[in-house]
Nanobody
C-alpha cells in the first residue's frame, strides 16, 4: 500500500507559479508510476501529467504542455508538479495518484490517491 499526501496549493494571480508536492509512504516508491489529476467544481476529474517510475518519461494533457512540469525524487519518495503561467481555468483540486509499473492517462487505473490540494488562480 501507498499513502499519498499533497501540499503546496494556494491562491495565486494569473501568470503566477506554484509547486505542488506529493509525499509517498509505505510501499517501494520506485515501483509506482505517478500521476497528477485535477477536478474543478462541476467537472469530471481530468488527467494533468504523469511520470514513469525512474522519471525518464513524462506525459501531459495538451492544455498544460509548456507550462507545467512533473518530476520525482525517488530518494525522497516525492513527486512534484511545477505550475507556471497559471490561468484561471487551472483552478481545481489537484490530486496525485500512484499505480504499479506503467503510467496512463486514465484515473480508473490508479490505485492510490491523495486527499488533494486546492489551487485557485485569480484573474
Amino acid at each position: 500500500q501507498v499513502q499519498l499526501v499533497e501540499s503546496g496549493g494556494g491562491l495565486v494571480q494569473a501568470g503566477g507559479s506554484l509547486r505542488l508536492s506529493c509525499a509517498a509512504a509505505g510501499d517501494t516508491f520506485s515501483t509506482y508510476a505517478m500521476g497528477w489529476f485535477r477536478q474543478a467544481p462541476g467537472k469530471e476529474r481530468e488527467f494533468v501529467a504523469a511520470i514513469s517510475r525512474n522519471g525518464g518519461s513524462t506525459d501531459y494533457v495538451d492544455s498544460v504542455k509548456g507550462r507545467f512540469a512533473i518530476s520525482r525524487d525517488n530518494t525522497k519518495n516525492t513527486v512534484y508538479l511545477q505550475l507556471n503561467s497559471l490561468k484561471p481555468e487551472d483552478t481545481a483540486v489537484y490530486y496525485c495518484a500512484a499505480k504499479l509499473w506503467v503510467y496512463t492517462q486514465y484515473a480508473s487505473t490508479y490505485k492510490y490517491w491523495g486527499q488533494g490540494t486546492q489551487v485557485t488562480v485569480s484573474s
